[in-house]
Nanobody, 121 residues
Framework: EVQLVESGGGLVQPGGSLRLSCAAS????????MTWVRQAPGKGLEWVSG????????SYADSVKGRFTISRDNAENTLHLQMNSLKAEDTAGYYC??????????????WGQGTRVTVTS
């Protein structure tokens, strides 16, 4: 059974940092790209970042480029999202998702339950 469990969300002030993690199990983590998406209150899903299966190729939404860094540890089956210089508009539920292919934007088939990030002063 595929499981994706996010952690690391919380309440942070503008300009602060958080590191999200996603623990994966039930599939061969190292052969699939992984993605982070978010959903702000009252809004639709927004793709945030993705990484190829080996971690060598990463991509970011313009809204987070230069502030967020995606990484993965294939030995530990874990995906991370380092979020710096957080803004109020980053407030959202953050979800990791398993892609269908080794490269990003091939479609996703499994999601985690999400972790909430709230950026407020």
């Amino acid at each position: 059974e595929v499981q994706l469990v996010e952690s690391g969300g919380g309440l942070v002030q503008p300009g602060g940092s958080l590191r999200l993690s996603c623990a994966a199990s039930g599939f061969t983590f190292s052969i699939y790209a992984m993605t982070w998406v978010r959903q702000a209150p009252g809004k639709g899903l927004e793709w945030v970042s993705g990484t190829s299966s080996g971690g060598g190729i990463t991509s970011y939404a313009d809204s987070v480029k230069g502030r967020f860094t995606i990484s993965r540890d294939n030995a530990e089956n874990t995906l991370h999202l380092q979020m710096n210089s957080l803004k109020a508009e980053d407030t959202a539920g953050y979800y990791c998702a398993k892609e269908l292919a080794p490269i990003v934007h091939g479609g996703v088939d499994y999601w985690g339950q999400g972790t909430r990030v709230t950026v407020t002063s």
